[in-house]
């Protein structure tokens, strides 16, 4: 099984500038990376902006800019917060991305974990999971059918029109993302992918038999929902000590040799995909500027990427 690769953009935290954006998608493309990656956040709560930074430039027009400035790579989401969006309009942005794209838009999509932004947006939180699978619905059905025509518990809508319509038939791939199992079912009955963020191993060697499972009782075929894992990666002159409480260094953040037996390991457990933070997510990264993580590109493209391409 060969194996794709992703990168961040820096539309957020430390690295947040248009001229980032403009040479991490470039120099990816030209890299050989298979995909771009956005995430999203609307309203960051004080509590959260040391990780987060202050807030995040809108990922989808983000993918709109990115759009035109490449011409292969994939453009995907990681992820976008469903239920703080109306899923009508999150149909109409994401077919646009497409659009404007000629197809390569992967649409990631899950919950999110903030509680305070879902107050500041003014919904509800104990609700999110029923109003994520709701607007999952809703967003196949906008794509999907000639007179759209819904009745659900949060939304409702007949008699409008849907436009523009996604490039990709059906529709865009959705990655379903999250590691719980709420996550993994939700996967299993609405993914195209599960697309878990810095899971373990063990996560992955107990979730993904489950993901097979849910898919096969669901009447679908487990073969078409992807893994996709997005993890961080640093690639380092030696094995960092472990992180304190961490039973070992994150698999992807090591040296180039130990980073490509992480990358076998990720794929015999079944990952395809894997979507690399290069700025975000752990303390090692933190000082990462758009200077230091183009050398680390550069030499993940050279040395690790050749090695998982197709036969």
């Not at 009508?88 to 509680?115: F, K, M, N, Y």
């Not at 894997?274 to 993940?300: A, G, H, R, W």
């Amino acid at each position: 099984m060969a194996m794709k690769f992703g990168i961040m953009l820096p539309h957020y935290r430390q690295v947040a500038s248009t001229q980032g954006i403009y040479r991490i998608a470039q120099e990816a493309e030209s890299m050989g990376f298979h995909s771009v990656w956005v995430s999203d956040h609307i309203a960051v709560p004080d509590q959260d902006v040391e990780r987060y930074g202050k807030g995040y430039y809108d990922l989808f027009s983000v993918l709109g800019y990115v759009s035109a400035i490449t011409q292969r790579v994939s453009l995907g989401t990681s992820i976008v917060i469903l239920p703080l969006r109306n899923p009508l309009h999150t149909a109409q942005v994401a077919a646009t991305v497409d659009q404007l794209s000629g197809g390569r838009l992967i649409l990631g999509a899950g919950v999110g974990s903030s509680e305070p932004e879902y107050r500041a947006m003014g919904v509800s939180w104990s609700d999110r999971g029923a109003i994520a699978d709701e607007s999952l619905m809703v967003l196949k059905h906008a794509w999907t059918a000639e007179r759209p025509n819904f009745h659900g518990q949060f939304f409702n809508f007949e008699g409008i029109n849907c436009f523009p319509p996604p490039v990709q038939t059906p529709h865009p791939p959705i990655w379903i993302g999250g590691g719980s199992r709420r996550s993994i079912r939700r996967a299993a009955e609405y993914g195209d992918g599960w697309h878990p963020t810095r899971p373990s191993f063990q996560l992955l060697e107990e979730g993904i038999p489950r993901l097979r499972r849910l898919a096969e009782r669901g009447g679908r075929d487990p073969s078409q929902i992807l893994v996709a894992a997005r993890h961080p990666m640093k690639i380092m002159s030696h094995t960092p000590a472990p992180a304190q409480g961490a039973p070992e260094p994150w698999p992807l953040v090591d040296t180039l040799e130990r980073v490509i037996e992480a990358v076998h390991r990720f794929q015999e457990a079944g990952v395809s995909h894997l979507v690399m933070d290069t700025f975000y997510s752990i303390p090692e990264l933190d000082q990462e500027t758009v200077d230091s993580i183009l050398p680390t590109m550069e030499l993940f493209a050279r040395s690790v990427i050749p090695q998982f391409a197709p036969d």
